[in-house]
């Protein structure tokens, strides 16, 4: 799986979009960008992913750049609750068998009042 | 997304004694993996458990440290031997997503503290 590289802390204003970025720039043709976040040490917890396109759901968006070098996870509008680590991982899609995946080091993110 | 009930949630043990970590899921799922968390620090795969063969486990982690058991599709164990202070982490089990969901999904963790 290609390596992932996070900055290691962010703070964010409530109420304004969190931008967090991720530099995956080994990343092959056939592997997808994944973000989790973990609160206060609980397990991981999925939040989006995608192959090319930029994807949206209920929790966040997710713009990945043309050449797929690169991606950023965005909350649009952050709250205290969103203070938790981000992982950003790439690994091949689910029907490949490819199993496990490496997570780094992560984004330490701060929404403060 | 399946739901995983892991327990012990949180458990102190003396060293050189072993602990074992048990995780149920409710669906069946054909690859579940075993991470450890040191405080502090991110998530690190101990190794990948498949339903009817050995786990396959990472660099720096060995099956007489770490014995998994995968007896059927649901369900999986992970020991930790022969505890020293080193091994106060937190461990967690984890499956893939289903066909409509490409995450994982993770338990809540077991809280290691050995003394």
């Known amino acids: 799986d290609a390596k992932t590289t996070q900055p290691p802390s962010m703070d964010c204003a409530e109420g304004r979009a969190a931008n967090l970025p991720c530099n995956h720039s080994?990343?092959?043709?056939?592997?997808?960008v994944y973000w989790y976040r973990q609160i206060h040490s609980q397990g991981p917890q999925y939040i989006i992913h995608g192959l090319k396109n930029n994807e949206t759901n209920e929790m966040a968006s997710l713009i990945i750049t043309e050449d797929r070098k690169s991606s950023t996870l965005i909350l649009p509008h952050a709250t205290l609750r969103d203070t938790a680590v981000y992982y950003c991982i790439v690994r091949a899609s689910f029907n490949t068998n490819a199993g496990k995946s490496t997570f780094g080091d992560g984004t330490t993110l701060t929404v403060k009042p | 997304s399946a739901v995983i009930s892991q327990k012990p949630s949180r458990d102190i043990c003396q060293r050189g004694t072993s602990l074992t970590i048990q995780c149920q899921v409710d669906?069946?799922?054909?690859?579940m993996f075993w991470y450890r968390q040191q405080p502090g620090q991110s998530l690190t795969l101990i190794a990948t458990?498949?339903?009817?063969?050995?786990?396959?486990?990472e660099s720096g982690f060995v099956i007489d440290k770490f014995p998994i058991s995968r007896p059927n599709l649901t369900f999986s164990t992970l020991t930790v031997s022969n505890m020293s202070p080193e091994d106060s982490s937190i461990y967690l089990c984890?499956?893939?997503?289903?066909?409509?969901?490409?995450?994982?999904?993770f338990g809540s963790g077991t809280r290691l503290t050995v003394v």
């Open positions: 080994t990343i092959s043709g056939n592997e997808y």
């Open positions: 669906s069946q799922v054909t690859m």
């Open positions: 458990a498949n339903q009817g063969s050995e786990a396959t486990y």
């Open positions: 984890s499956v893939e997503g289903d066909s409509s969901n490409y995450g994982y999904t």
